[in-house]
């Protein structure tokens, strides 16, 4: 079971004050500062089959955006230090969460950029060197609306990134985001219709395929769980049993190893913050709360029981590592 969950400024569309399409902004930060105290309360709550405690793995944001809002990429890590270093003493993991928004000066608004390959590199770099500055060394990656081409990904596995966890199998999605204030065109776009649905490691000229020995990256990529065509959200109760028990079906058919990947955002389950959103947003945060991420671990542990199959949390890069022994040994399953 791998929980993981994307960290950054609160989303415009939740009902913070920061906008797309201001250059340089004050961001709030209550997703942070209430939400992610209210998961660390839920999880360490939860134990696996090995009398574990429940870890979460928080990718934190770190690209150009922040660093012009904040001063340097690495804002979130310098800044809430103090937490970070609490929840990695108590199991959990912090990854990277890196959005291509480029400042458009025609358009006037941060857009994500699809095109300048080059720039995505240079944005990739700037923010991995501002983080290792902070002394954080981050093996886990997830990549903002899940974009990647062939050069994020093999730039990520140049930085010896282990484990990138971006994918959506079989979904794409060609940039139809507007922003709901000013309706300027956002972009999201990623595409992963051709990704497997188990972990694999790329191919050097696919990203979205399992490479062949002689020319696959070393960086892992281990995909999100896919139910009825959507990603699993760990908040959100609309078809949570179906993927656990999909999950444990899985590694009983294969008698091996199957990976449960969810995510969550924290400014999604701060209940005050959005009892005052109506219509547009509420239609996008329904069934968001950390009620229903207590009930969706629940579910897991019910599941376990009731099938009569163990299960262990892990975070990103512990998977990452029991997958590539694995692998290596020749048991593999996916
Ligand atoms: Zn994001």
Redesign the pocket.
Known sequence: MILCA?T?PDRPFLGSSSRYNVYCQKYSWNGIRIGVPAIDNVIRSHIDSYKENAKMTWFL?ADETVKVSCGNSAYLFEHFDYLWKKLMHEGDEIGW?C?LFRWSDTRKCWKQEIEDRKWMEYCLDLAYNDIAKRRFKVTSTSM??HYHNDETMRKLDSLQIIVDLSALPGLSSHGKLQDIYNKTSLSECYDWSLAPLHPYFPSSRNYMKEGTLNERLSILEIPSTIVRGKPWIIDRMIHSDEAVVHAFSEARQKKGRAFLLGFL?PDEVIVSHLNALKGFFLKHIKGLSIQNLERSLNLITEASERMNIPFKYMTATQAAKVYIRDANSGEGEH
């Open positions: 994307d950054e944001r969460h959005h903002g609306w955002h």
